[in-house]
């Protein structure tokens, strides 16, 4: 499939600097691209090569001055990153829109109710009473529980376990091996040293336009529902507990850790490997850097933590420069100690 330089423009509403039927049918990095692919430049530090590219078409914020010729057709925006993203978008819409129809083997069970324009692969398992919505997709392997609700023109990849009684918004992005549902990690211990399974009888709500990387788990509630919000977007092998809640916009990177009943804020920001303890809170807009161990609640909004135990990024970062001058500190006191004994 082909599109233009004109084509594109009216999608990512740009000005065109060149040739606008110069057409592209793939993407390429801009320092790589051949002739018939399209790049973007936004980072002025690859800005060498815009001179060079094979790239048929670019795509560079509008107040880029150039500094040479350029042979690719340009499209001038305001956003040069975003744009592109706009347009990977558009892409992947049109590339999965030629997906539709249910392929063998797949079990459909009779109670499941599916919409139109939906496409089911081959070895995908719907369980009774689920709700499919219109032009959802599911890739081999997806199973969905009992009960189950999916909204429109949600996508879950290859691997996906949705558990019983879960509901996932419209315009939701699961990815593969991701596990939705899973039973809560409680127990209760008991005077002989063993422990009693404490069932999980909640669920899973999954909010619109949220994306999940793959291989992340998130835990069914104990009881009530474990809470993912408007637009939060999970990276791969993150681990959410039971009876979590995550705000709106709420963004976490890969191998995040957040343990029972914690409340998480809007538009949080979670560095790797950060680890959030159970039932603690998170304010709005709280950056947590990666590694930091947060174990009691933050209630100032937009601060920014790091360590273990997290603080302060500002007040960590003094403790920091303190602690790369211990051994200088260390000399000197000791020589003050021999002055001392020489008095």
């Known amino acids: 499939m082909r599109f233009t330089a004109a084509q594109i423009a009216l999608m990512i509403d740009a000005t065109v600097d060149g040739d606008a039927n110069a057409s592209v049918s793939g993407f390429g990095k801009i320092e790589e691209a051949k002739e018939g692919e399209l790049a973007f430049l936004a980072n002025l530090k690859y800005e ?6 094979g790239a048929s078409i ?9 500094k040479e010729p350029v042979t690719a057709t340009l499209l001038c925006v305001a956003d040069a990153y975003s744009a ?15 997906l539709t129809g249910i392929q063998e083997p797949a079990f459909i069970a009779k ?26 997709k599911l890739y081999s392997g997806v199973v969905l529980g009992n009960n189950v609700i999916i909204g429109d023109n949600t996508v879950l990849h290859a691997g996906v376990k949705v558990y019983h009684d879960c509901i996932i918004g419209n315009n939701v992005t699961i990815h593969a091996g991701t596990v939705i549902g899973s ?25 619109d336009y949220v994306e999940i990387g793959a291989n992340t788990t998130i835990d069914r509630a104990t009881m009530g529902s474990t809470l993912i919000k408007k637009g939060v977007k999970l990276d791969n092998l993150i681990q959410i ?9 709420t963004v976490m990177a890969a191998q995040v850790g957040v343990s029972g009943s914690a409340k998480i804020g809007s538009n949080v ?20 850097n990666g590694k930091s161990g947060v174990a009691t609640t933050i209630t100032t909004p937009n601060t920014s933590v790091t360590g273990n135990p997290a603080d302060s990024y500002i007040s960590m970062k003094k403790a920091e420069a303190i602690y790369r ?12 100690e021999k002055k001392l004994e020489n008095l």
Not at 60 to 65: A, E, G, P
Not at 325 to 336: M, V, W, Y
């Open 183 to 207: 039973d809560g990690f409680g127990f209760a211990p008991l005077t002989d040293g063993t422990y009693k399974k404490i069932p999980q009888i909640g669920n899973v709500i999954i909010e």
């Open 241 to 249: 507990a039971h009876n979590v809640e995550i705000g709106e916009h």
């Open 48 to 53: 060498e090569h815009l001179y060079t590219t």
């Open 325 to 336: 001058n211990l051994p200088d500190l260390e000399k000197r006191i000791r020589e003050l």
């Open 84 to 98: 592109f993203a706009t347009l990977l978008k558009k892409y992947e819409e049109i590339m999965s829109q030629q």
């Open 58 to 66: 670019v795509i560079v914020n509008d107040s880029l001055v150039l």
């Open 269 to 288: 920001m979670m560095g790797g490997q950060a680890g959030i303890a159970g039932h603690i809170s998170v304010a709005d807009g709280t950056k947590i």
């Open 111 to 136: 109670t499941a109710k599916l919409g139109t324009g939906i496409f089911v692969a081959a070895f995908a398992y719907i369980s009774d009473n689920v709700t499919v919505g219109n032009n959802v």
